[in-house]
């Protein structure tokens, strides 16, 4: 059975899409207007982030932050903060997919259900827009109102987290696998690197910078594993269950090369299996933190009831 659900402030329903507005209105501001020069290079940075996405990396930021506040209202300093952070996670984000979709890499024409960036503009452009979307991540993380050791703190999480033993070595361990056959634990392994280092500094940095305490951080490590897993685990669903046009996105060489998935592991039913035990698991991480932590146990719900 899992963990009793505790009823939250706001309805997740009315909460994830106010949160949604909040930092794509951050967004929108933080990107450099598509005339100002030089323009190609601005257009496709605001195309690749400003085209759609569930911007479920910076709901956990804003989750993780109501989480962790000593108080039930934050210091506006704190709110700020937040906001900072949750564009950094997105922006970081947007440049994974823009570089993943290159033809050097899964070499995809659609996402988000519009043309890929390189497809749009061109291969250069698309590659230079990835590479300057990420120092502007950390130039937000730098704008934090709060006290400096924290800001560090931040900086050095998402730059881990990210990095050759995070995201980018997950990818490439992704690269490498082509044509192999990976071992449950190895696949398990890039996963986490590839795609769940991200997610769980989302989950981390909102922990940071509303100064959880020791024990809520404990629960925040443990919830976003299960969530980071989560994630990939219901994507690999996805691939086999939704219809490309729900997806907004083809299949690219992933598909093509037959790469090892949860799916093709575990078969469909195993993989739902696994899928609703790390639902399970992330939703018992959250107990010792109380109702507060209600939007986090509603986000690891829509990770594993996503459509798209
Ligand atoms: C190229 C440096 C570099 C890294 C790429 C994250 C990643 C590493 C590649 C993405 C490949 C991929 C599609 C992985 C499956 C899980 C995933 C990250 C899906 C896309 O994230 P969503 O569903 O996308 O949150 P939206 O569009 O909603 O933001």
Redesign the pocket.
Known sequence: MSPQVVTPAIDFQVWLPSKVQQVEAMLDHVLPAADAVPGRLHDAMRYAVLG??????AALVYAAGEASLQSAAAASSQQIALDHAAVAVELV?A???V??DLPC??DDTL??GRPTVHVQFDEATAMLAGDALQPLAFESLGLMPIAPALVVQAIQLLARAIGSQG??G??AIDCESVGRTLEQDALQQMHRM??GA?LEASVLLGGIVAGASSIVREGLEKYAAAIGLA??VA?DILDVTADTATLG?TAGKDAMENKPTYVSTLGLDGARELLHELRDDARAALLPLGPSAAQLANIADFIVMRD?
């Open positions: 759609g996405g569930k911007r479920v990396r984000h440049y994974s997919l570089h993943d890499m899964d996402r988000r995201m980018v997950g990818q590839k795609t991200l994630f990939q994507d996105k798209r």
